[in-house]
């Protein structure tokens, strides 16, 4: 579905323009076009192939829509695979823009994913001595857009692993923590796949051999860097974090385990005392006088009574009951 098609020159947007214009306004060297297409059809993008003279290669890739994230060079043009997370109830779906780059226009293509960049679009049109420096600076604004969103995810992964953190010292539900932490242990290892790969291609388009159409704006492509830095280095702590967290909760039940096994120990300790006194008294040999006692059972209840209550009170005292 074609989303928006529009030809800009000197920074300012011309106007709207038909698909089968397309190839006419690429041919101009004081314009470049901007198309956004979404869950596009063969047929579709095999008609912008032919409009702007895509690398087949490349649209191959984009009609997959199940690529990992890369940048790659065709001739004087990009072609760059970004994740976008889409939080679902108890896991991230992944979703993908594709974006061909050329000297003087740019296609996104983005695959199961809402909303757009309608308001990527907006911004640029705002900055018209931005917007002039051609399809590098879209395709910064783009990569901008995609890295903010990384954000928000992350974050609310942090704050769902401290609530985790909180439940396993307030509640008794250990088997519920130990799921809960290995949900958000796979949600992170779903973002490092879409940061990581991102973060080492955001390099080569500011250092080293930058290509062609990211001169002029290599210190937009370098603060995109220093922010999937951050997301990088928050995306390790929150392993850490979950990592200490699992740690803890074994600990935990561990420590759950002990005190329910002094428990047992005191009440077995307990119960063994009148246990061994009536086995004595049991074994019904003839040479045992207080057998013969008138007050024989009564004083044998009391003994048992009076050092049952003496083992619970040093038992209670030591904190094992």
Request: glycine share 6%.
């Amino acid at each position: 579905m074609l989303i928006n098609c529009a030809a800009y020159e000197h920074g300012k947007r011309i106007g709207d323009i038909g698909p089968e214009e397309i190839s006419e306004y690429v041919k101009r060297p004081e314009c470049f076009v901007w198309v956004a297409i979404k869950d596009p059809e063969a047929p579709e993008l095999h008609a912008m192939e032919k409009e702007f003279g895509l690398h087949p290669l490349a649209v191959e890739d984009a009609l997959s829509g199940h690529q990992r994230p890369k940048i790659e060079e065709y001739g004087d043009s990009l072609f760059a695979v970004l994740h976008v997370p889409v939080p679902k109830d108890t896991e991230i779906e992944v979703a993908e823009l594709d974006l061909f780059v050329g000297p003087n226009y740019v296609l996104s293509v983005r695959h199961r994913f809402e909303p757009g960049f309608h308001a990527v679009r907006e911004r640029a049109e705002r900055e018209p001595q931005l917007l002039e420096r051609g399809s590098g600076y879209v395709l910064y604004a783009l990569m901008d857009n995609v890295v903010d969103r990384y954000f928000p995810v992350v974050d609310a992964l942090e704050v769902e692993l401290e609530h985790i953190e909180e439940r396993i010292f307030s509640e008794d539900s250990p088997k519920e923590n130990i799921e809960q932490l290995y949900c958000v242990k796979k949600k992170l290892m779903v973002m490092r796949h879409i940061v990581e790969p991102l973060l080492e291609m955001t390099h080569k388009l500011y250092g080293g051999r930058v290509p062609q159409i990211c001169h002029g704006v290599q210190e937009y492509f370098r603060d995109i860097h220093d922010h999937l830095t951050r997301v990088s280095l928050q995306l390790d702590g929150l392993r850490d974090m979950g990592i200490t967290a699992v740690s803890v909760n074994l600990s935990m039940i561990t420590l759950h385990e002990g005190e329910v096994t002094k428990k047992l120990a005191s009440y077995a300790a307990l119960v063994a005392v009148p246990t061994m006194i009536a086995g004595i008294y049991g074994m019904n040999f003839k040479n045992m006088p207080e057998l013969d006692w008138v007050w024989g059972y009564p004083i044998t209840l009391v003994v048992m009574v009076a050092i049952d209550y003496f083992l619970w009170r040093r038992l209670r005292r030591v904190g094992w009951l």
